[in-house]
């Protein structure tokens, strides 16, 4: 199975900053016959289920707000904030669906604010 | 409107089975696969597997082979997750979430369903 492993669990960032989640796979998540890297990312609120923002690591979910941007490649991927909104506080979860199952997800990275 | 309704929570004792719907409305249920993932209390997303609506297929994580089944109705566009042999640790929220193909993200969740297994 691929392990998926957040960095920090925790974050507090003031109004307005920007906060850094990374995420790395422990194997990579290329697909070479059509480069796309088989990442996305979830923000999910108390109670509610989780909601897409970003998948193929790096392409915005249609109504998702510019300010939420993936890059990276491979083996390591971060998810940037531009400018923290008071309604962004919530978990946030990487998933890779490139491997045969599971579709391992991160542990999660609470993000609050300072 | 385009959504996934799931029934409602349960509470089940150690050893029973519970079976849980996601209704499906507004797109083609048999376009998407529906992937099963759950959440225990305060933790983290475990996906369990998912089903393809069109034919039936599915693919189970090795953690649940056996105890999880995942049927189809498209009759009533309405998928099943029914787990088996429940355990204390098999208290969770189960989601179902649609998904374009079997290896592809989730843009759209059904509301959750809890089940609490207690004696």
């Known amino acids: 199975d691929i392990v998926m492993t957040q960095s920090p669990d925790s974050l507090a960032v003031s109004l307005g900053e920007r906060a850094t989640i990374n995420c790395r796979s422990s194997?990579?998540?290329?697909?070479?016959?059509?480069?796309?890297?088989?990442l996305a990312w979830y923000q999910q609120k108390p109670g509610q289920p989780p909601k897409v923002l970003i998948y193929w690591a790096s392409t915005r979910e249609s109504g998702v707000p510019d300010r939420f941007s993936g890059s990276g490649s491979g083996t390591d991927f971060t998810l940037t904030i531009s400018s923290l909104q008071a309604e962004d506080v919530a978990v946030y979860y990487c998933?890779?669906?490139?491997?045969?199952?599971?579709?391992?997800f991160g542990q999660g990275t609470k993000l609050e604010i300072k | 409107q385009v959504q996934l309704v799931q029934s409602g929570a349960e509470v089940k004792k150690p050893g029973a089975s519970v079976k849980v719907s996601c209704k499906a409305s507004g797109y083609t249920f048999t376009g998407y696969y529906l992937h099963w993932v759950r959440q225990a209390p305060g933790q983290g997303l475990e996906w369990m597997g998912w089903i393809n609506p069109n034919n039936g297929g599915t693919n189970y994580a090795q953690k649940f082979h056996g105890r999880a089944t995942m049927t189809r109705d498209p009759s009533i566009i309405t998928a099943y997750m029914e787990v088996s042999s429940l355990m204390s640790d098999d208290t969770a929220v189960y989601f179902c979430?649609?998904?374009?193909?079997?290896?592809?993200?989730?843009?759209?969740w059904g509301q959750g369903t809890l089940v609490t297994v207690s004696s």
């Open positions: 194997q990579s998540v290329l697909y070479s016959s059509n480069n796309k890297n088989y």
């Open positions: 979430a649609r998904a374009a193909e079997r290896r592809g993200w989730y843009d759209l």
């Open positions: 998933q890779q669906y490139y491997s045969t199952p599971p579709y391992t």
